[in-house]
């Protein structure tokens, strides 16, 4: 008897060994879609967005963000390949699916070039538009056309962008096209040429002026657009910053569609870059109000969807956290007031370019500009009105503003001027950071965390995007989905397999 159900005991493991073994394949393939590819595929990545900036958005707005009705909601972790708390490696680790070290773009950790989503979608013969709120050489967009082991070689990222091929090209300018940058850093070296130069002698037209930009229409060749007035670093301004005459990102990604659709279909990338550049700065509410903004594009790619049922898929998540923003303050316990966002008229980096850079006066005539641009009030009762300074956060402000006077150069290199300013302008940091703990809401790093991001999905394939996965398989997935095997693509990979479609 014992022998017997020893026997069956071992049977049993074997038989589930068996099975187990047998269904790899098959488990393996779960995360693939194998029903008919999509058309038109979308991917939406908010830089810097993490669940605590949708979550400030959503109660900001008093609405849910579109991106957030999707009917596939997913995490996904976001870590590189040498170090916990990611930077520029996940934008390949969306693009091709393959987790690489930090700084790299478009290979992998031992500099093997990979293709990603974007050049597999222009092998199969559909049109492809790059789009992004900072300089479309900037790492996130840069994965999707380049292959270089630094992110800072903006030069040779210039060069690529105009060999690519692909069709359209908006947001922010390029960093340095001419590679004055690349000499100097470096006079001996070698430059490319002057990647404008090439980029119109590769048929692409031009584009800065808005009410040019809005007249194009559908055969107008290829297309690099970007607004006239670039605000920091070749990027676009903050949304709240934007003139009339500026382009904005949902409109860039309005006309991409317009100019892209075909019989073919395409595959359209929008960074809401710049949301991780306020996030960096602790300014709650310029990345409130260019997540705003990225949700519109997102609403564009949905209205495009509602037209073309069963042929679009559209995906948006984020490519990290930053700031380490979070929900809740000491100082105001569990209480929030978001709407006190609302009193912030620009962002930080318009407030250093308008008020602060050059300014000479005392902080006494600055007092006027603090209320006027962020609603803070220096005179009244601070228990009846949010908005008025305590004296503690007046000293905070005054300490501040003798950093600002000194200039950079002069400012103390103390790890205490770093944790209190994080190497921005100490007034408008300070400024922000005062209000942004009266909203309720407070910081924690002025870098990227590593805490997971979301993930949303709707259209064609959208239930592949439930569940917990790295980033590496946003960019599988969407391979699955576009009716390609979901894998690692070499460069030199001709002949990209086929998942089972019919």
Known sequence: MYTMKRMTARSIALLVAFVLLTAAPALAKSSFYEGKPAKYVFLFIGDGMGLPQKAATEQFAGKQLVLDQFPAQGITTTFAADRFITGSAAATAMAAGVKTNIGMLGMTPDQKKVKNIAQLAKEQGKKVGIISSVSIDHATPAAFYSHVPKRSMYHEIDHALAESGFDFFGGGGLKDPEGKRLLKKDPNAKTLGDAMAKIKDNGYQIVTEKESFMSLKPGAGKILAYNEWLQDSEALPYHMDNRPQDI????????????LDNDNGFFIMVEGGKIDW???????????????????????????????????????????ECGGLAIGFAGTKYD??????????????????????????SFNELKPLITENFGLKFEGDPKADPLVLTDYQKQLLEKAF???????????????????????????????????????????SYSHTGVPVGTSAMGVGADTFNGYYENTDVAKKIMAVMGLEAKVYAMDDDSPAKVAVK
């Not at 904005?248 to 100019?259: H, N």
């Not at 929030?336 to 006066?361: A, E």
């Not at 400012?411 to 100490?426: I, K």
């Open 248 to 259: 904005t990102l949902p409109e860039f990604t309005e006309k991409a569609i317009e100019l």
């Open 336 to 361: 929030t007031d978001f709407q006190v966002l609302g009193n912030q008229k620009i962002s930080y980096t318009k407030f250093d370019q308008d008020v602060l850079d050059g300014f000479k006066g």
């Open 402 to 444: 003798e950093q600002t006077m000194k200039g950079e150069k002069e400012r103390a290199e103390s790890e205490e001027t770093f944790l209190l300013y994080g190497g921005y302008n100490p007034l408008s940091i300070k400024i922000t950071h005062i209000l942004n703990n009266k909203a309720g809401l407070g910081w924690t």
């Open 278 to 320: 306020a996030c960096h700065a602790n300014d709650a509410a310029a990345a409130v109000m260019d997540t705003i903004a990225f949700d519109e594009a997102v609403q564009k790619a949905v209205a495009f969807a509602e037209k073309h049922p069963g042929e679009v898929l559209i995906v948006v998540s984020g490519d990290h």
